[in-house]
Structure formats: C-alpha cells, structure tokens
C-alpha cells in the first residue's frame, strides 16, 4: 500500500516551474506514433505489453508518472547514515525530502506496490550490506537484512541470495581453499535458509543469481569460472568459463565470458565478474547477441517484464549505461558515453510499468523517449544527484 501524501509531505517540498514543459513535451512525442498508425490504418494496439516493449524500449504511452526516488550528495547524521534520498513526483515535479540511509551502491525495488526499496552499501571489508526501506519519510529507518561478498535480489523481489567465501589454505596441490556459505534471505520478513553452508572448494565464490526456485553461482578455481545450479536434487555444473551475472523476470539469464582470462571486478564492491555480454534461454548454450560486442561490468536494472536491461559496459571506446533489448540486442545509450566514474554509486537506472527507462549520474536525470534522453528538471535549490535511482508508482 502507497504511504499516504500526509506522510510524505512530513519533509521538504520544492517544486519544478519547467517541469510542467517536459511532462507535454514527453506526451506529444508519445502521440506521434499513435498519429501515424492512424493515418495509415493500422491501430492495433500489440497484444502483448512486452511486444510493445521490444518494439520500442523506453517509449513513452503516456504522461510521467510515479515517483522517482533518487540518491544525493546531501549528507548529514551519523556516519552509518549518512546519504540523503529525495522523491521526485514525476506528474507534478514536487520534490520531497526522504530519510538518511548508509551510502548506497545499489538501489533496488523490492516490492513497488508497498513503496519497499532494497539498498545496498559496502562495508570497510569491501563486502556489500542489504538493508530493507519500508518508507520514504524523513525518520524511516533501514532495517539490515544481511551481509555477504555476493547480494543479488530475486527477479522478483521476494528473496536476498548472500554469499561469503573465507581462504583456509592449501588444502590440495595446486587448491586455494575456501569455505564458503550460500543463503536465501526472504525480503519481508528476514527469514534466512542455508543452501550452502560449511562447504569446501577450491576458489572462491564470485557471482549468484536466482533462476525460478534454483540458484545459479560462480566460482573462480585456478583461474577458470564455472557455474553451478543448486536444485531441489543437489548442486550439477552448468558451464565452465563463464560466469552467471543476472536473471531476467522472465528467466533469460545474462552470462560473461572472461575469453580465457582470469576474471577481473570493478576492484570496489560489487566485484562482479565483468567480460563480454551472452544471454541464455535455459537450454543449449548461452549466445552473444547479434551484431553487438558489449564489455559488460554490471547488470544495473531489468524491465517489469525481463525484455529490456539498464547495462552499465563498454563498445568499442566508450563506456556508458547502455538500452539493451534481450530479444534483438539492439542498444541505446541511457547516459552519455565517458561521462560518469565506473563505482556504480554513480549510476543508475530504472524502468516504470510502461517500460520507459530512467538513468541517473551525478548531477543527471534523465529519461528515455522515442525522441532521445530528456533531461528530468528539479527545482534551482535542489540537491544534487549522485546516481543510484529507483522507481515506485
């Protein structure tokens, strides 16, 4: 259930006189499509809302709408809570004040219905910690949920998987040993289930996803990837040299593949595994998209309905946060290419239940239309954007 507006009017509210301009402008650029059907006798309207989507990534069907919420540079209290969130009202352009939290890295939308938001911030041991945001008023508090070298959310939602890998020596010629522990965390409420725990193995654990009911995670061993299904009948191989970085609504999984290398990260919480971009069906072997050689280094958002991804990676000389179609491959930038740093607490991005996509940099909002990036305003005395966005209707 949405908070109601007595609440979120408990902070600052500041208002947008220009915003008015682009919610028309972003209207008349959805119309013209509409227009043209018209004219030519064809408006039919897809069946499907994700054929729509892989039409036309990001496009807008009607005016703004929803609420973004967005990280700042504003920072006040203690130093485990020191990060101002700001909610953008995307009809009226209203600014209104949200609650301090730990400086995020990642911000997800748990359930967007209830208004719950996951952030994730990392630790001085370069680990990543997840805390819960059930509110957006200035006093709401983020409740911890967990810690690990590895956090992914479900495609849903529902479920945390955290995952920690601890060295224990040579315990085999030529086998850095680590035990490492593997659980699901369940986002409402807390409840924690071990699908690994104690285990040994040679490397460490490097990446997870869930698929359905079943985890896909990856290791690192003498400097080879491969990845593992965790079933309802026990853990089997899937692939070697490659390495499971996210799962789609939809259950398309996005692989990278290190081309023989040792895997490299960011170098700063999340070190996930970073190479060029493949996609798998859930049969035969996963498939680089047509025409499209994309370095990917994080999997930043997915679309309600898995068929488009918000990809933070490299083409050619250009690093940027890229549009990416899952069914035909086809890319857009959602952020100028070379303009924001590479930790991902300086990027971000976003989808609402049309499938438009919003970005944030420092400094930057933006939203993508048939027409291109267009500029999100915010009032003269508003803070400044860091990057991490997310958004709730």
Same mark, same amino acid.
């Given at each position: 259930?949405?908070?109601?507006d007595?609440?979120?009017?408990?902070?600052?509210?500041?208002?947008?006189?220009?915003?008015?301009t682009?919610?028309?402008?972003?209207?008349?650029?959805?119309?013209?499509?509409?227009?043209?059907?018209?004219?030519?006798?064809?408006?039919?309207?897809?069946?499907?809302?994700?054929?729509?989507e892989?039409?036309?990534?990001?496009?807008?069907?009607?005016?703004?709408?929803?609420?973004?919420v967005?990280?700042?540079?504003?920072a006040?209290?203690s130093?485990?809570?020191?990060?101002?969130?700001?909610?953008?009202?995307?009809?009226?352009g209203?600014?209104?004040?949200?609650p301090?939290?730990?400086?995020?890295?990642?911000?997800w939308?748990?359930?967007?219905?209830?208004?719950?938001?996951?952030?994730?911030?990392?630790?001085?041991?370069?680990?990543?910690v997840?805390?819960?945001?059930?509110?957006?008023?200035?006093?709401?508090?983020?409740?911890q949920?967990?810690?690990?070298?590895?956090?992914s959310?479900?495609?849903?939602?529902?479920?945390?998987?955290?995952?920690?890998?601890?060295?224990?020596?040579?315990t085999?010629?030529?086998c850095?040993?680590?035990?490492y522990?593997l659980?699901?965390?369940s986002?409402?409420?807390?409840?924690?289930?071990?699908?690994?725990?104690?285990?040994?193995?040679c490397?460490?654990?490097?990446?997870?996803?869930?698929?359905?009911?079943?985890?896909?995670?990856?290791?690192?061993?003498?400097?080879?990837?491969?990845?593992?299904?965790?079933?309802?009948?026990?853990?089997?191989?899937?692939?070697?040299?490659?390495?499971?970085?996210?799962?789609?609504?939809?259950?398309?999984?996005?692989?990278?593949?290190?081309?023989?290398? $040792? #895997?490299?990260? %960011?170098?700063?919480?999340?070190?996930? *595994?970073? +190479? &060029?971009?493949?996609?798998? =069906?859930?049969?035969?072997?996963?498939?680089?998209?047509?025409?499209?050689?994309?370095?990917?280094?994080?999997?930043?958002?997915?679309?309600?309905?898995?068929?488009?991804?918000?990809?933070?990676?490299?083409?050619?000389?250009?690093r940027?946060?890229?549009?990416?179609?899952?069914?035909?491959?086809?890319?857009?930038?959602?952020?100028?290419?070379?303009?924001?740093?590479?930790?991902?607490a300086?990027?971000?991005?976003?989808?609402?239940?049309?499938?438009?996509?919003?970005?944030?940099?420092p400094?930057?909002?933006?939203?993508?239309?048939?027409?291109g990036? $267009? #500029?999100?305003? %915010?009032?003269?005395?508003?803070?400044? *954007?860091? +990057? &991490?966005?997310?958004?709730? =209707?």
């Amino acid at each position: 259930m949405r908070p109601p507006d007595d609440d979120l009017v408990e902070g600052r509210a500041r208002r947008s006189g220009a915003f008015a301009t682009v919610a028309v402008m972003v209207a008349l650029i959805a119309l013209l499509p509409f227009a043209a059907a018209r004219l030519s006798g064809d408006g039919a309207a897809p069946a499907d809302p994700a054929d729509a989507e892989r039409a036309s990534p990001g496009s807008p069907a009607r005016d703004l709408h929803g609420r973004l919420v967005f990280t700042t540079f504003e920072a006040r209290g203690s130093l485990a809570r020191q990060q101002q969130l700001w909610v953008l009202d995307l009809a009226t352009g209203v600014l209104i004040e949200g609650p301090l939290v730990p400086a995020v890295e990642e911000l997800w939308v748990a359930d967007a219905d209830r208004g719950w938001l996951v952030l994730v911030a990392a630790d001085a041991e370069a680990q990543g910690v997840a805390y819960l945001l059930t509110a957006l008023t200035t006093t709401a508090a983020p409740l911890q949920l967990g810690r690990g070298d590895v956090v992914s959310m479900s495609p849903d939602g529902t479920e945390l998987l955290l995952g920690r890998s601890e060295p224990i020596g040579r315990t085999a010629p030529a086998c850095e040993g680590h035990r490492y522990e593997l659980e699901r965390v369940s986002v409402a409420s807390g409840a924690r289930s071990s699908v690994a725990e104690g285990r040994l193995r040679c490397g460490t654990l490097v990446a997870a996803t869930l698929r359905g009911e079943v985890p896909l995670i990856t290791f690192v061993r003498q400097g080879r990837l491969e990845v593992r299904a965790f079933g309802p009948e026990g853990e089997s191989l899937l692939f070697r040299d490659l390495a499971a970085i996210s799962t789609s609504p939809r259950g398309a999984v996005l692989f990278v593949d290190p081309e023989g290398e $040792v #895997p490299r990260g %960011l170098g700063v919480w999340p070190r996930t *595994p970073t +190479g &060029p971009l493949l996609v798998w =069906p859930g049969s035969g072997s996963p498939r680089p998209f047509p025409d499209v050689r994309l370095y990917t280094q994080r999997v930043v958002a997915w679309s309600r309905t898995g068929g488009a991804a918000a990809i933070a990676g490299i083409v050619g000389d250009e690093r940027g946060l890229w549009l990416v179609s899952v069914g035909t491959g086809a890319m857009t930038p959602l952020l100028p290419p070379n303009s924001f740093p590479l930790r991902s607490a300086f990027a971000g991005a976003a989808f609402d239940d049309l499938g438009r996509a919003f970005a944030g940099a420092p400094g930057t909002l933006v939203v993508s239309t048939v027409d291109g990036l $267009v #500029p999100l305003p %915010l009032p003269q005395d508003a803070p400044s *954007p860091v +990057g &991490p966005v997310a958004w709730l =209707p």
